[in-house]
């Protein structure tokens, strides 16, 4: 019962501070909703103590209405969920990350504990616009540099998502998408111009041929209510004087990149140069729909079978995020080669690498991976599988498919089957 007390005195200690701020309110709260509370907390043994004790311990959560970009109305879509859940910051009733928050975001399964948000203030949000690095100082570590320094909505939030797929292929359909007059080079305005269609009513949201005096009349009344941002001010300077070229565009993508690979790399190599075998299998895993139990019979195959620790380079690693980025074409090539979709050897994977990258991946990495998908051991994996774990595994925290169900019943009783497995 020691779990039950600490919840117990965890909740009574924080009730005072909760309700004195405003977010809290003393309401009866459903069985199934202390439930979830329950299990959110990480008390599972406390569940049963909740009902018992009275309904009114627990408080009831409310949405803020002083956040203006946060839909109350219509349902939110599994990346405004995702966006709310990290995003730090509010200025003038807008609420926003930080680059440490979008890092997070990308790379941590829930974000770091915090009471509410931080109001900024208009001295805030200049000083750190003042601080953002131009275009010309921009480097692989830029969002690291900034930390919690500067400022990104949700539309730049689902920019730079876009950026994380994209293979390098796709660097010039995304830079397209921006230079609206084609003339190789994206300023402020149309970058606005993109931005601003995430902002219009939701039924105008909708890329569908349009009156051009329509849309500038459309355009014309959300620009204004735009904020600058860290993001346009390293892109378009200080005054938003400065233009985009497509060489500027590419240098950012393969730096955000860069970054986030990078980031998740170390937290595994802890200085060294390399990660194990084993640490790269919970990198690949950790983002996928596989629940604890499988995730544990994954690593365990890694271990039994590869019993002398190579190691993973960071450019091996690297490699192997950029092929991720290519899935689409992967997955396209491995139909050429499997029609039948039977499993495929190594050389097969391989080759299927090579057609849809012009590169291939390190023999030890191709080997670990096989290790992890190949149940039987018979040397081959499922393709249709592996492609669609390793899609998880790409888009990170914004799956749809995971989020959609946060929340919900079935949610925490997949949760308490877990806890269970691992006791």
């Known amino acids: 019962m020691a779990a039950v007390r600490r919840c117990r005195d965890l909740l009574r200690s924080l009730r005072p501070i909760l309700w004195k701020e405003g977010i809290f309110t003393k309401q009866p709260v459903p069985r199934r909703s202390l439930y979830m509370i329950a ?21 009831v959560v409310h949405a803020r209405e002083t956040e203006k970009n946060e839909p109350t109305k219509e349902k939110a879509t599994h990346r405004e969920l995702r966006f709310r859940q990290f995003a730090s910051v509010e200025y003038q009733g807008n609420i926003y990350m930080t680059p440490q928050d979008f890092l997070e975001s990308v790379t941590e399964e829930s974000p770091r504990p915090r009471i509410g948000r931080i109001r900024l203030t208009a001295q805030d949000v200049e000083s750190m616009l003042r601080q953002t690095p131009s275009r010309s100082r921009g480097s692989n570590k830029l969002f690291r540099n900034l930390h919690d320094k500067g400022i990104i909505s949700y539309t730049e939030y689902l920019f730079l998502l876009c950026v994380l797929t994209k293979p390098r292929s796709g660097f010039r359909i995304a ?4 230079d609206t007059d084609g003339n190789q080079i994206v300023d402020k305005k149309e970058f606005l111009v993109l931005e601003s269609f995430f902002i219009l009513p939701p039924h105008e949201r909708k890329f569908v041929p349009r009156e051009r005096q329509r849309l500038q009349t459309m355009l014309a009344a959300v620009e204004t209510r735009i904020q600058d ?26 730096n955000l990149q860069s970054e986030v690979i990078e980031l998740e790399f170390l937290e595994f190599s802890k200085g060294m140069n390399t990660i194990s075998e084993v640490d ?14 499988e995730i544990e019979e994954c690593i365990a195959r890694v271990k039994d079978r590869i019993q002398q620790e190579k190691g993973i380079t960071f450019q091996e690693f690297k490699k192997f995020c950029q092929f991720l980025n290519n899935l689409d074409d992967f997955s396209i090539a491995m139909k050429m080669y499997t029609y039948a979709q039977q499993p495929v050897s190594q050389d097969e994977f391989q080759r299927a690498v090579r057609v849809c990258t012009g590169f291939t ?31 998880d595994r790409l888009h990170r925290g914004s799956r749809s498919h995971l989020m959609h169900t946060q929340g919900t019943w079935e949610a925490f009783r997949q949760c308490i089957r877990n806890e269970m497995k691992s006791n």
């Not at 049963?48 to 408080?59: A, L, M, N, T």
């Not at 830079?175 to 921006?178: E, H, I, K």
């Not at 998908?373 to 499922?382: A, E, P, R």
Request: proline share 2%.
């Open 175 to 178: 830079f397209n998408m921006f």
């Open 229 to 254: 941002t860290s993001l346009m001010v390293h892109f378009f300077g200080k005054y938003g004087n400065d233009v985009l070229k497509y060489d500027d565009f590419h240098r950012f993508m393969e």
């Open 361 to 391: 991946l390190a023999k030890d990495v191709v080997n670990t991976v096989f290790q992890i998908f190949d149940s039987d051991g018979d040397g081959h994996l499922s393709s249709p599988e592996f492609i669609a774990i390793m899609k």
């Open 280 to 293: 790269f299998a919970h990198i690949l895993l950790r983002y996928t729909l596989l629940d604890r139990s």
């Open 39 to 59: 299990a959110a907390s990480g008390c599972t043994l406390a569940i049963h103590w909740f009902y018992k004790q009275g309904q009114d311990i627990v408080p």
